[in-house]
Nanobody, 115 residues
Framework: QVRLVESGGGLVQPGGSLRLSCAAA????????MDWYRQATGNERELVAT???????EYVEAVKGRFDISRDNARTMVYLQMNNLKPEDTAVYFC?????????WGKGTTVTVSS
């Protein structure tokens, strides 16, 4: 059974940093493409960052140069380092994997950027 559990959200001031973590189980992790999505209140869920099995990374334009996605295959973990956070980054952040023709999501972790 695929399971994704996010952690690391919280309240941070503008310009601050947070590191989100996602623990994955039930997939052949080293072969999986892992993603972080976010959903702000009243908005649709949007893709933020992707890391492929070969380590290639992709980002939405709004976070390029500020966020870094990484993975630890031995621990089956994926991370999102978020720097220089802005109020518009406030959202629930979700870990995602598409595995065996099915989308799997964690329950999310809330990030609030406010002074």
């Amino acid at each position: 059974q695929v399971r994704l559990v996010e952690s690391g959200g919280g309240l941070v001031q503008p310009g601050g940093s947070l590191r989100l973590s996602c623990a994955a189980a039930g997939v052949n992790f080293k072969l999986a493409t892992m993603d972080w999505y976010r959903q702000a209140t009243g908005n649709e869920r949007e893709l933020v960052a992707t890391i492929r099995s070969d380590g290639r990374k992709e980002y939405v334009e709004a976070v390029k140069g500020r966020f870094d996605i990484s993975r630890d295959n031995a621990r089956t973990m994926v991370y999102l380092q978020m720097n220089n956070l802005k109020p518009e980054d406030t959202a629930v952040y979700f870990c995602h994997v598409y595995w065996r023709q099915t989308h799997f999501w964690g329950k999310g972790t809330t990030v609030t950027v406010s002074s």
